[in-house]
C-alpha cells in the first residue's frame, strides 16, 4: 500500500521531514520511488524539462494526464500530487473540479494549484467533491508575468503579512499541505508554525515541514536554468554525455555490438542455407 495524505500529514505532526520529488516519467519515476521519496509531483515544470517549453503557460491538461499515468505505473509507495496546469482550474470551478477529476483518473492521489486567498473557494470545491488538494504560494510560475517575476518573496513585512494570510485561508479552505516556492526563510518558518499542515518548501529554507526539487535539478541534467535553490547533487549531463560519446565511437570503430550483444544461427540450419544459396 502507498502512502496516504494523512501519512505526509502525521508527518507534521511528528516532526519528521518530507521529502518531495518531482517525476514525470516511469523509469526515473520507479528509481524514485524505490528510494523511498514521500511524494512524487508530477509538476508543470514538466514543461519545461520534459518539453523543452520556456515557462509553464503552454503545458495542457492532456499532457499533465499522460505524465501522471506514466508516475502512477512506476509507484508503489510514494504519494502522487499532479499539477493542475495553467488555466485548467482559474476560469471557473466546474473546470477545476473536471480536470481534477482527470488527473485523479490519470492515477494521482492529489492535485496541486498555484494561489493563495484568490483560490480559497476554488479549493474548498475541489475538496467538496472528494478530491484532496495541495496549495502553492509564493512564486507562482504560472502567473510570473503578472507578478513581480522570478523573485524571492515575502521580503517586506506587507508581502510577509499578505503570504502568511493566503496560507491560513488556505488552510481554512481545506488544503492537505501547501508548496512555499521562492520565499525567504523567515516568512517561511513563520507560515510553517502558523498552519497545522505541512510546507514543502522550494527555495524557501530548512525550516519547512518537506522540501521538493525537481529531480533534473537535483541529477544535474537540466542546464538551461540553474536556481540558487537547486542543489546539484551529480552532474549526470556531464556524464550522460561523455557516454553517448563513448558509444558513438564504439559504432564508428565497430566495437560496439561484439558478440555478447548480438545472437546466432544454429549451424547446422546456416550450413544449409549457404549450400542453398550456394556461398
Ligand atoms: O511544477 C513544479 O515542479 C512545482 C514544484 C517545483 C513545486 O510546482
Known sequence: MHKTIQDIVNMKKEKRKISVITSY???????????GIDVLLVGDSAGMVMLGYENTIPVTMDQMCMFTEAVSR?????????DLPFMSY????????????RLIKAGADAVKLEGGTTMAETVSAIV???????????????????SEGYK??????????????DAKELEDAGVFGIALEMISHEVAQ????????????????V???GQVLVVQDLLGMYDN?????????????????????DYKKDVESCIFPAKDNWFSMNEDELKKLREQLGS
Open 25 to 35: 516519467d516511469y523509469t526515473l519515476a520507479s528509481l524514485c520511488d524505490k528510494a
Open 74 to 82: 512506476a509507484r508503489k509507495n510514494s504519494l502522487l500530487v499532479s
Open 90 to 101: 482559474q476560469a471557473s470551478i466546474e473546470d477545476a473540479i473536471n480536470n481534477s477529476g
Open 128 to 146: 467538496d467533491v472528494g478530491i484532496p488538494v495541495m496549495g502553492h504560494i509564493g512564486l507562482q510560475p504560472q502567473t510570473t508575468m503578472l
Open 152 to 165: 524571492v518573496q515575502g521580503k517586506t513585512k506587507e508581502t510577509a503579512m499578505k503570504l502568511i494570510e
Open 190 to 205: 513563520i507560515i510553517s508554525e502558523t498552519v497545522n499542515i505541512p510546507t514543502i518548501g522550494i527555495g524557501s529554507g
Open 207 to 209: 525550516n519547512c515541514d
Open 225 to 245: 536554468i540553474r536556481p540558487k535553490f537547486a542543489k546539484r547533487y551529480m552532474d549526470l549531463s556531464e556524464d550522460i554525455v561523455k557516454t553517448l560519446e
